[in-house]
C-alpha cells in the first residue's frame, strides 16, 4: 500500500485536537505517516501530542516555536515520506472512510490530485459543498477553471485534497496569515495533468468565532488582496488563455473582503483601508469590466464600493435573496 502523509498543524487546539486525532487515527486505510506539528501552543496541545503518539506509532510530534500555520506545514512537508500527502486544520475531521476513497480514486484514474466533497459548519448551520454532480475528472485547464469558482467543486483550502508527493515535492507555503492555501493550491494544481473530484462529503471544515477566517477585519484582510493580485499575474504571466476567469476569481475575493470589512459596526475607523482598496479596484477594473464570468452581484458590489453606497446595495441584495428562498420553499 502507498505510505499517505497526514500534516497537521496544533496551535493551542485542546479543545479540538482530540476529536481530529481520532478521526485521522480511525481511518479504514491505514497506512499512514502523521505529521503532529505543535506549533509554540501554551495550553495542553503538546502533551494531547505526545499522549496520542505514545498510544499510535504512526503519529511523529514535532514541538517548534510558533510560527504560523504555513511554516508548520512546511516543516511536516520537509519531513515527510510519504507516495502522498493529505493536510487537517486541528480543530476539524474527517469522515473514516475519506483517506481510502481518495486513494482509490488516485490509482484508478492515475490522478495527481483527488478532491473530496466536504461540510462546512457555522453555529447555526451546516452547508454541504463539492457533491451531487457525481465523479469528475478536470485536466489542468478545467481544473483551474473549476478552483476559480467560489465554492467550486476543488475549493480553496487543502484539507479535503490527496495529493501525489511529486506533485508539491519542492512546493511550499508563503508566509501569509491567511490565504496561504489559496495561493499554494494556484501552483499546485499548475503541477497536475489529472484532478479528480469525487463525491463523497469526507471532511468537516469548522468556523470558529475566534479563527483568523472570522476575526475583525484587519491587514490580513488586505493581505488578502495581494495575494489575489499576486495570483492574477501568475495567471497572465503563465496561463493567459485564463486570465478572464481569474479577474473573476481576484473580483469574489474583492467582494469576499468588502464584506469583511462591513461586518464590522463602524467602518469609518477604515478611512485608508477604503482608500487603498478603490485604488486597487480601478488598477484591475479593466479586467473586470465587460467580463462574463464575473456575476452581477460581484460587480454590483464592487461599484456600489467605489460610489460609498455599499452596505444599503448589500442590505438590498440580502433582503432579495431571502425572499427568493422563502419563495422557493
Known amino acids: ?3 499517505i502523509s497526514v500534516i497537521i498543524p496544533a496551535y493551542n487546539a485542546e479543545k479540538h485536537l482530540e476529536r481530529c486525532l481520532d478521526s485521522v487515527c480511525g481511518q479504514s486505510y491505514k497506512d499512514l505517516e502523521i505529521l503532529l506539528v ?47 500527502a493529505a493536510f487537517s486544520d486541528s480543530d476539524d475531521y474527517y469522515e473514516p472512510g475519506v483517506l481510502e476513497s481518495m486513494h482509490r480514486a488516485m490509482l484508478e484514474h492515475n490522478a495527481d490530485m483527488v478532491c473530496c466533497g466536504y461540510y462546512e459548519e457555522f453555529d447555526d448551520r451546516i452547508t454541504e459543498y463539492g457533491t451531487g454532480l457525481g465523479e469528475v475528472i478536470y485536466d489542468r485547464h478545467d481544473a483551474f477553471e473549476e478552483y476559480f469558482k467560489m465554492g467550486g467543486r476543488i475549493g480553496s483550502g487543502c484539507w479535503n485534497k490527496l495529493i501525489r508527493s511529486e506533485v508539491i515535492r519542492d512546493i511550499r507555503y508563503k508566509p501569509y496569515v491567511m490565504g496561504e492555501d489559496v495561493e ?66 481576484n473580483a469574489a475575493w ?12 463602524d467602518t469609518s475607523v477604515f478611512a485608508e483601508e477604503k482608500r487603498l482598496i478603490k485604488s486597487l479596484i480601478l488598477s484591475n477594473m479593466e479586467g473586470y469590466r465587460n467580463n462574463t464570468y464575473i456575476p452581477a452581484r460581484d460587480m454590483l458590489y464592487l461599484r456600489s464600493f467605489m460610489y460609498g453606497c455599499f452596505r444599503p446595495v448589500q442590505a438590498a441584495c440580502e433582503l432579495l435573496s431571502g425572499m427568493k428562498r422563502r419563495l422557493r420553499k
Open 1 to 3: 500500500m502507498d505510505l
Open 38 to 84: 505543535d506549533d509554540g501552543s501554551s495550553d495542553s496541545t503538546p502533551q494531547i501530542c505526545d499522549s496520542y503518539a505514545k498510544k499510535d506509532g504512526r503519529i511523529k510530534v514535532i514541538h517548534k516555536e510558533n510560527g504560523g500555520v504555513a511554516a508548520a506545514r512546511n516543516t511536516a512537508l520537509d519531513m515527510m515520506t510519504g507516495a502522498m
Open 254 to 265: 474583492y467582494t469576499a473582503q468588502i464584506q469583511a470589512m462591513y461586518w464590522s459596526k
Open 184 to 249: 499554494m493550491l494556484l501552483r499546485t494544481i499548475d503541477r497536475c495533468d489529472r484532478v479528480v473530484c469525487i463525491d463523497y462529503p469526507g471532511y468537516h471544515y469548522i468556523h470558529r468565532g475566534d479563527s483568523a477566517t472570522r476575526a475583525v477585519f484587519s491587514e490580513n484582510n488586505i493581505n488578502m488582496l495581494h495575494i489575489a493580485d499576486e495570483m492574477l499575474e501568475y495567471i497572465k504571466e503563465r496561463h493567459p488563455e485564463l486570465t478572464e476567469q481569474m479577474y473573476a476569481y
